[in-house]
């Protein structure tokens, strides 16, 4: 039985996002990394894949939008965490929700008010996301952080995979923590690797988008084990 529910806040989960995967045979590839067994029980197992939709106009790329979402969802049971990079994620949040994401993160550069939005997708049923890029102060997240499910910190400048971890954009994570406290997720997205992984985690980050780092390995379930490892080493003692 699905769960679809975003994971209640106090594990640590790894969400590999389809950006680095083979968008031939996408399915399959979502099947490979929902295949992969959890290997303890302080180790999460992949529950969540990362959707990254974007529209050439917020970031300079071009991915998928509700029609193959909805192709993929009759394949996979994970939770679908949709990263919406597009200019009018309000105008088209209805379409994504009815394809069947399961939680809808959108930036706050272009929902500069985002009370009303965040109201509208817990009523349709999904989770929300609130996400601010590299650049972005953690002041313009402050006064909504509370109302979101998660909060998503860009340590990459968002619209390709693969490139590498902004160490200044990662340290807006602790005082993000500090402002929603323990139970509000801190997804991090770009650069995520088992490098990173502990200093993300250090500073607070309990989920952990990781897109060349998985899907542009070879072996997945290596590429995912290895970022579960780098967690436990980076668990404070
Ligand atoms: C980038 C996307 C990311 C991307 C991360 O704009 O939002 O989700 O897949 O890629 P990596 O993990 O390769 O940096
Ligand atoms: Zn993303």
Redesign the pocket.
């Known amino acids: 039985m699905a769960n679809r529910q975003l994971p209640k806040a106090g594990t640590i989960e790894i969400v590999p ?1 389809i ?2 995967a083979d968008f031939a045979c996408l399915a399959d590839e979502i099947a490979q990394v929902e295949k992969t067994p959890s290997t303890s029980s302080r180790q999460a197992g992949v529950k969540m894949v ?1 959707l ?1 939709v974007m529209d050439g106009h917020f ?1 300079p790329n071009i991915t998928i939008g509700p029609p193959v979402i909805a192709k993929i969802r009759k394949c996979s049971n994970l939770f679908f965490d949709s ?1 919406l ?1 597009i200019s009018e994620p309000e105008r088209y949040a209805d379409d994504f929700i009815k394809a069947g994401v399961n939680n809808i993160t959108f930036h706050i550069e272009v929902v500069p008010n985002p009370t009303d939005f965040i109201k509208k997708l817990h009523d349709a049923g999904v989770s929300a996301g609130l996400c601010l890029n590299p650049e972005t102060p953690v002041s313009k997240i402050e006064k909504y952080a509370h109302l979101a499910d998660m909060i998503l910190v860009m340590t ?1 400048h ?6 590498s971890f902004i160490q200044k954009a990662a340290d807006k994570i602790k005082p993000i923590r500090q402002i929603v406290g323990p139970n509000i997720r801190i997804e991090v ?4 690797d088992a490098k990173t992984t502990p200093i993300v985690t250090g500073l607070g980050a309990d989920t952990l ?5 998985i899907f ?1 390995q070879s072996d997945r379930a290596k590429a995912i084990n290895d970022i579960r490892s780098a967690i436990v080493a980076g668990l404070p003692r």
């Open positions: 996002s950006l680095s990362h990254d970031v990263h990079m990459v968002p619209g390709f995979g693969g490139q997205d770009g650069g995520i988008v990781a897109g060349f780092a542009g």
